[in-house]
């Protein structure tokens, strides 16, 4: 199983970005995907997940409303959809192969290398 994400870049605030996240070796089984974020010196946030099976998500209080996640399972890839950035929102950002509940996601040993977000005041 192999994850990569991409599309992160440096934006002004109040600009957007799509983060995508490409899948291979999920063949023929139900998944779950989250995204999750990282900032320096801050702890990991899971900000969302979608599931395969039905395509439920979550997505975190803290970015609801200016985030959307979704999915195209023909291309093999997840997108995080972000608008309205801030500069609170400049962190890595990684999907990973989560569990997806509605209220949570939590992440599983499979994880990409990450994009770099950079927002500017």
């Known amino acids: 199983v192999q994850l990569v994400e991409s599309g992160g870049g440096l934006v002004q605030a109040g600009g957007s970005l799509r983060l995508s996240c490409a899948i291979s070796?999920?063949?023929?089984?139900?998944?779950?995907i989250g995204w999750f974020r990282q900032a320096p010196g801050k702890e990991r946030e899971g900000i969302s997940c979608i599931n395969s099976v039905d395509s439920s998500t979550y997505v975190a209080d803290s970015v609801k409303d200016r985030f959307t996640i979704f999915s195209n399972s023909a291309q093999n890839t997840v997108y995080l959809q972000m608008n309205n950035l801030k500069p609170d929102d400049t962190a890595t950002y990684y999907c990973?192969?989560?569990?997806?509940?509605?209220?949570?996601?939590?992440?599983?040993?499979?994880w990409g290398p990450g994009t770099l977000v950079n927002v500017s005041s």
């Open positions: 070796g999920f063949a023929g089984v139900d998944y779950a």
């Open positions: 990973a192969a989560a569990t997806c509940w509605p209220n949570y996601v939590d992440a599983m040993d499979v």
